[in-house]
């Protein structure tokens, strides 16, 4: 009796893999949610200033369902938007984000690169990304200049390692960002230096929420800090949440809101919409967009 409660339990313990690897692959991933936030951090009886937070697309040519979702974004209407990066998973992935991106490119926006807008992914072992150190292996080249051409030209302000002013909802932004920090082609001292006193609202934007770049763009005096890579952890914990930020970004700021450490500016770090394509689950962790609402103080 008891080889065959123990047969039974081994059987019920599969059973329930299965069907755990069954809904995080079929299902969550596919699970496109608008998460909405309010940031403090406008000046008193300003009015609100919606941010459309986009990342880590990691879009295949053929996923047309999460292309269409992304479009049908324009409805939320947004001042702004910004990409944090990660947009490709493969070398014809051009025209899908395009496809997705169209109807927001109408709206005043800015972008920073991921490592995975430079190079494609290779097959990994996902136990990989709870190794403190791992070696960083890419694949094939990708179209990033293609990709950067169509924003540009679509009037999104490209902020890898740079600066600008950009006018949305009414209001002067000063926006700074850095090229992907995970891959070492950050360079903050390039465009580091304090907020200008002109703009309404200052932004910092990374793809990688690396404690380097956030405690500079803070110590600088940008008061919200943008970023995404984290996947939000991508396979998580109920009740617990992610294992690994795939950074030195702590697990209890893998996704959303937080005040950045030390400083008085607010992190928002956005878990994505995609997976890498050798990986494609997701679990206790949806893929997501934000609708930030910027509120006074």
């Not at 005043?108 to 494609?120: E, L, Q, T």
């Not at 540009?152 to 600066?163: E, K, M, T």
Request: aromatic share 6%; net charge negative.
């Amino acid at each position: 009796m008891r080889k065959r409660s123990f047969i039974a339990l081994g059987a019920g313990v599969a059973a329930a893999g299965a069907a755990t690897f069954a809904y995080a692959s079929l299902v969550e991933r596919n699970l496109f949610t608008l998460r909405r936030f309010d940031v403090p951090v406008l000046e008193p009886d300003a009015e609100p200033l919606r941010i459309l937070h986009l990342s880590d697309l990691h879009m295949m040519p053929d996923q047309r369902r999460k292309q269409a979702w992304v479009a049908a974004l324009g409805g939320t209407d947004p001042d702004l938007v910004i990409v944090t990066g990660d947009n490709m998973a493969d070398p014809a992935a051009v025209p899908g984000v395009l496809r997705a991106l169209d109807p927001l490119l109408e709206v005043p926006g800015a972008f920073v690169f991921g490592s995975n807008d430079y190079r494609g992914p290779r097959w990994k072992n996902p136990l990989e990304y709870l190794m403190p150190e791992r070696e960083y292996v890419q694949g094939v080249d990708l179209p990033t200049e293609d990709l950067r051409a169509a924003l540009v030209d679509a009037g999104w302000a490209d902020l890898n390692n740079a600066r600008t002013v950009q006018k949305a909802g009414g209001r002067s932004i000063e926006l700074a960002g850095v090229d992907d920090p995970h891959v070492d082609r950050d360079d903050y001292p390039s465009v580091a230096g304090p907020i200008s006193t002109g703009a309404d609202l200052h932004l910092g934007v990374t793809h990688t929420p690396a404690s380097r770049v956030l405690d500079a763009m803070a110590a600088d005096g940008f008061e919200l800090l943008l970023a995404g890579h984290t996947h939000g952890g991508q396979v998580c914990v109920p009740f617990y949440g992610a294992l690994t930020t795939n950074c030195d970004l702590p697990t209890s700021m893998a996704k959303g809101l937080h005040r950045w450490p030390g400083s008085d500016a607010w992190l928002h770090v956005s878990a994505g919409l995609g997976t890498h394509p050798t990986a494609p689950i997701r679990f206790a962790c949806r893929p997501e967009a934000s609708l930030l609402t910027l509120i006074p103080r």
